[in-house]
């Protein structure tokens, strides 16, 4: 499976923006989906998650209110929504997929998602 993240790009401090994740092959509605980012020096850190079927969704707790996970199974997408930006949102945002969940299962772990987009950069000026 391949995934192709885009939307990133340079916005101002309460701005949105909308992330997409294209998924090919055929496990995508089997896995459960994961965005991630990285900020320069820092670790990769999760950010939203999302069960096979939607049923479940996950966020890192500083990011609830602001950030909304979706999925189109029909299409095999994954998507973000990030409303009112900060600058500490700046980073490469990744989104991934993990084989191993059960259908209503998710997880925060990087190493649980065993395969990775190549990154979409968002960068947030104040």
């Known amino acids: 499976v391949q995934l192709q993240a885009s939307g990133g790009g340079l916005v101002q401090t309460g701005a949105f923006l909308r992330l997409s994740c294209a998924a090919s092959?055929?496990?995508?509605?089997?896995?459960?989906m994961g965005w991630f980012r990285q900020a320069p020096g820092k670790e990769r850190e999760f950010v939203a998650a999302?069960?096979?079927?939607?049923?479940?969704?996950s966020y890192a707790d500083s990011l609830k209110g602001r950030f909304t996970i979706s999925r189109d199974n029909a299409k095999n997408m994954v998507f973000l929504q990030m409303n009112s930006l900060k600058p500490e949102d700046t980073a490469v945002y990744y989104c991934?997929?993990?084989?191993?969940?059960?259908?209503?299962?998710?997880?925060?772990?990087?190493?649980?998602?065993?395969?990775w987009g190549q990154g979409t950069l968002v960068t947030v000026s104040s």
């Open positions: 991934a997929g993990d084989t191993s969940r059960g259908y209503y299962s998710l997880s925060d772990r990087p190493n649980s998602y065993d395969y």
């Open positions: 092959g055929r496990t995508f509605s089997n896995s459960a």
């Open positions: 999302i069960s096979r079927g939607s049923t479940r969704t």
